[in-house]
Each structure stands twice: as structure tokens, then as C-alpha cells.
């Protein structure tokens, strides 16, 4: 119904700003765009389900998430890939595994700050309801 359709927008409105927000930040860079399997050819046997800033804002463009829980699954496989596909001891790999860590941190943090409790369990019920 209508009230239930601008909760999502809301929703909607807010993941676009926490991607639109980690985009910016050069740290995340690597996370922006799928990796390049074509450059990376072994990367879809390590990676089952690839994620990165562009494909979560596709799946929020096509409603796809309806609930920050939902987001999170996702937002979640971009850092635990990047620690799974780079697990050496090596210099590039630490730097990865370094910015994977900075970016699961950075997401709990802006969640914690800014996600009302409240919205999300609304958000649930709708979903329930469905
Ligand atoms: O995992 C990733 C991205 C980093 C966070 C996501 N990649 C796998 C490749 C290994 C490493 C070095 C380059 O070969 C570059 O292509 C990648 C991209 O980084």
C-alpha cells in the first residue's frame, strides 16, 4: 500500500546514500566495479556470488532489497570476498585484506550510527506481510 511503498523508498533512499558515501572514499576503490574476470581468469572458481558497489545499487534500483538485513548479506560478500580471494602473506594481498577489513567496519559503523531500529522492523514486517 501506499504508506508501505514510501518505507521502501525511504530504505532505497538511505543504502543509495551508504554506497554513494563508501564510493568516496579512496580506500574502497577496488570495491567500486566487479572484478575483471577477464584480467582475474580464475576468480569465478574461488568466488561463488562476486559483489561490488555497482551491482548493489543495481539490486536497489530493481528493489531488490527489503530490508537493511538484506542489503547487509550482500554489502557483506564485497569484504569476505576480498579476504577470501587475497589470503596471502604478501604485500598486495595484506593491502586488500587491510581496506576488506576497513570496509566491513565502516559499514557496521554507519548502520549502528544511522539505522533506526524502528525503520528496520518495520521494514521486516512489510516483508513478512508479503
Ligand atoms: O579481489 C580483488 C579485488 C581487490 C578487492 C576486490 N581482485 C582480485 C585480483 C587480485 C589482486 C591484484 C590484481 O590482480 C587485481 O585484479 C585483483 C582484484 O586484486
Known amino acids: 500500500d501506499k504508506q508501505e511503498e514510501d518505507v521502501l523508498r525511504e530504505l ?3 543504502l ?11 580506500r574502497f576503490r577496488a570495491f567500486t566495479k566487479p572484478v ?4 582475474v581468469p580464475d576468480y569465478l572458481m574461488v568466488i561463488k556470488k562476486p559483489m561490488d558497489f555497482s551491482t548493489l545499487l543495481t539490486n536497489i534500483d530493481e528493489h531488490k532489497y527489503h530490508t ?13 570476498n576480498a579476504l577470501e580471494y587475497n589470503p596471502d602473506n604478501d604485500p598486495i594481498d595484506r593491502h586488500i585484506r587491510h581496506r576488506a577489513c576497513a570496509l566491513k567496519d565502516t559499514v557496521r559503523a554507519i548502520i549502528r550510527d544511522e539505522l533506526d531500529g524502528d525503520f ?11
Do not use: G, H, K, P
Not at 120 to 130: H, L
Open 68 to 80: 537493511v538485513r538484506e542489503f547487509m548479506a550482500d554489502a557483506d560478500l564485497i569484504w569476505q
Open 120 to 130: 528496520e522492523r518495520v521494514c521486516e514486517e512489510i516483508r513478512e506481510s508479503r
Open 16 to 26: 543509495r546514500n551508504v554506497i554513494e558515501r563508501l564510493s568516496l572514499d579512496r
Open 36 to 39: 575483471d574476470t577477464e584480467e
Open 12 to 14: 532505497r533512499l538511505f
